[in-house]
């Protein structure tokens, strides 16, 4: 299995130009201390779908979907809307499966998007189940969240507008979950700039990647809820190329309690005036709560902004200290 490279990301960066949001990289004065000489935030917030998503998903579909009949993927969230988005930009009927749990609001937020939403079976699994059932039966394509080069090479291109923006970035803070997003961005900023750091970030509560880091092989954990909702899920077994990239590209990963992504998210809002979901806050949270070891120049990417709006409001209602 050959990886993506540095090349892989350039063209998809070419190849993404006009159909993406290149989201802006901004200086954050309230998160750049003494520790840290100074704090950018890319803001994948900004990006059409609300998370950096949409990336590597319309990378993949540009490269492999001309001649698709439609796409199919299985996903409750981010996935799904840049999906659902991507396909309509191409004029191509798209299906999402979403098993009988997923809430209505996350199922009429896709369908609001023009995909067909199958609800089937009573979890992940049984809709990926679907997936494969249709890929077979339709002729659909399969569309994978993060094990999939054209999708990594998507995500990478956030190392490349960062690096681009600003080149005194010695640090990069990545939300971590399957690791297309980290994989990606730290394969790509490493390959241009060698000296960079990586840090990858997830939650306490099941955490794959970080689990398989430290078993030295894909593993997989029990789910649980978290604020971080979008870093939930396995990194797929067998897995092809994310698990590899990470165990090549991060230098270290970090893991937040739920207190601490609260944190990451109320922070983000009263001080970047900035409406950041959990997962996005990931690396917010970790200089908030000083666990990042590195000096220097740190880029945040803060990966996207879909949560529970009523969610939100409690967070930042609570009268806490931050
Ligand atoms: C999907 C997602 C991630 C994690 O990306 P992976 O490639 O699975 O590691 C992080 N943040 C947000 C907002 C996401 O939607």
Redesign the pocket.
Known sequence: MTMPTLLDVIAAAERLRGRIVRTPLVSSPSLSGTRTSSVFLKLETHQTTG???LRGVSNMLLLSGQNAKGFVAAST???ARALAYAAQQMGKPCTVCMSKLVPENKVQAVQALGANIKIVGASQDDAQEEVDRLVLSEGLLAVP??DDKRVIAG?GTIALEILAENPHIDTLLV????????GGIAMAAKSIKPSVRVIGISMAKGAA?VASLQAGKPVTVTEEPSLAD??GGGIGIPNHY?FDLCKTYLDDTLLLTEDEIAAGIRHAYRYEQEIV?G??AVGIAALLADKVRSSGTVAVVV??K?IDMAVHQALISENQKI
């Not at 939300?175 to 980290?182: I, K, N, R, T």
């Open positions: 998370s950096f998503k969230g981010n996935h969240p993060f995500q939300p971590l979950s399957g690791g297309g997003l980290a990647m979008s870093l994310t979901e997962a996005g990966s996207g879909n």
